[in-house]
């Protein structure tokens, strides 16, 4: 598995110009105070990464994978577990240079501000994950994101209506449970989105033939 992880990165590595490019726009704009750096590199870093299934489509790298032993299994394993190491270390990454950027502006550096843009950011990331994973491993790179784009509408609209059905008043009190519990709510909800998700699509490749 270590091999199938080694692969995604350098595959990740030969697009890390595109992500530095990226960056450096937007650093110069979060120096600027139009822009906030920490939702940045996690965000453009898991796109990156989800490039990595269309690498493998071209290369029919799935149909040798399987053929590995527990190659389905550790395929499988080996894209949450990278997308996971990716996500903390450009998270870190993204913590510094916001307390360094803030310090550069003489602005009062506001750790708990900080942290909670970034949870929120992280918490975006493993939704992104946690969807569209199982929809490229089942309907292909390609297809995947269309399915995507489907669900995210399709949601969209249900939380519209779930909404105004609502009372502002109940809803209010529900956002401030969260905002108040966020630091246990949003890694809890990460480990169930990521871990169902995992197993989603550890079923699905399992069956898919190549």
């Not at 053929?67 to 389905?72: A, C, E, I, K, S």
């Not at 913590?95 to 602005?107: K, P, T």
């Not at 609209?157 to 630091?183: C, H, P, R, W």
């Amino acid at each position: 598995m270590l091999g199938l992880i080694k692969k995604d990165l350098l595959v990740v590595k030969a697009n890390l110009k595109t992500l530095v490019v990226i960056f450096i726009v937007f650093a110069i704009m979060a120096i600027q105070g139009t822009f906030e750096v920490s939702f940045v590199l996690p965000i453009i870093g898991i796109m990156l990464f989800i490039g990595t299934f269309s690498y493998d489509d071209f290369n029919h790298w799935n149909a040798y994978v399987a053929t590995l032993p527990n190659g389905r299994k550790n395929a499988v394993r080996a894209k949450y577990i990278t997308s996971i190491l990716l996500t903390v270390l450009l998270g870190m990454i993204s913590f510094g240079l916001s307390v360094m950027i803030n310090s550069c502006q003489n602005r009062e550096v506001s750790i708990n501000e900080i942290v909670s843009s970034l949870m929120g950011t992280l918490l975006s990331v493993v939704i992104i994950i946690s969807v569209m994973y199982p929809m490229i491993f089942k309907f292909g790179s390609t297809n995947g994101r269309i399915w995507m784009f489907v669900i995210v509408f399709a949601f969209m609209g249900i939380f519209s209506f779930i909404l105004k059905m609502i009372d502002t008043n109940v809803f209010a009190t529900i956002m401030n449970i969260v905002e108040k519990q966020a630091y246990i709510l949003i890694p809890v909800i990460s480990v169930i989105l990521l871990l169902g998700s995992y197993l989603i699509s550890s079923r699905i490749f399992e069956k898919k033939e190549f």
